[in-house]
């Protein structure tokens, strides 16, 4: 079985200051990482994934996220938030366990992203 | 290239009617996955379908349904409705070749059921 937690689940923050959003996981098997973004009455959009690799994953609009394997984490940052950041950020997993993983992410609860002027 | 449409985006249901949805994934995609979105709950999986053949569900019971065409379009519905149904259903296509690959989200179905 796999789970995510998102440690925060309300962060505010000001214009141009740097943020981090926290993302533990568990899963019994290797797992492939995601963050997406999902603005008010929309859909989930994409920012990042990690799946081999280099552990620094870089997304869009200038986020990115390590994969730390040790600490089982996969924290999301960005160096400079803009008011367009505003939105709730999901981390999700999945990994290779057969039929069980077919079109399923577990997520996590959801971060609040607040920019504030 | 199109994205995953959804229709309907809002409808409003009773509780004890039936309700299906709809989505339409970018082409290409074989796979459409369901997923119901709560302010309690989170986001959680619903099921997922392949060339027609469900491959793949989560833990909800036996009134949520699904259905896939060969051109690859998804329906899902719900019936016996209750209040706790109402929620946002979003569908997600891929290609569906291995757990790696990116999901595309719609925009959702809003449900209410009064």
């Known amino acids: 079985a796999q789970s995510v937690t998102q440690l925060d689940s309300q962060v505010p923050v000001f214009e141009e200051a740097p943020v981090e959003l926290r993302c533990n996981y568990s899963s019994s098997v290797s797992v492939y990482l995601f963050w997406y973004v999902q603005y008010p009455n929309q859909g989930l959009q994409l920012l990042l994934k990690?799946?081999?690799?280099?552990?620094l994953v870089k997304g869009i609009n200038g986020f990115e996220a390590e994969f730390n394997k040790s600490q089982t984490s996969f924290h999301l940052r960005k160096p400079s938030v803009h008011i367009s950041d505003t939105a709730e950020y999901f981390c999700a997993v999945t990994g290779d366990a057969g039929g069980t993983s077919y079109g399923k992410l577990t997520f996590g609860q959801g971060t609040i992203l607040t920019v504030h002027p | 290239k199109a994205g995953v449409t959804q229709t309907p985006r809002y409808l409003i249901k009773t509780r004890g009617q039936q309700v299906t949805l709809s989505c339409s994934p970018i082409s290409g995609h074989r796979s459409v996955s369901w997923y119901q979105q709560t302010p309690g709950q989170g986001l959680q999986f619903l099921f997922e379908y392949f060339s027609e053949t469900q491959r793949n569900k989560g833990n909800f019971p036996g009134r949520f349904s699904g259905r896939q065409f060969s051109n690859s379009r998804s329906e899902m519905s719900v019936s016996t409705l209750e209040l706790g149904d109402s929620a946002l259903y979003l569908c997600a296509s891929s290609s569906g070749q291995g757990a790696s690959g990116e999901l595309f989200f719609g925009e959702g179905s809003r449900l209410t059921v009064l």
């Open positions: 990690y799946l081999s690799g280099s552990t």
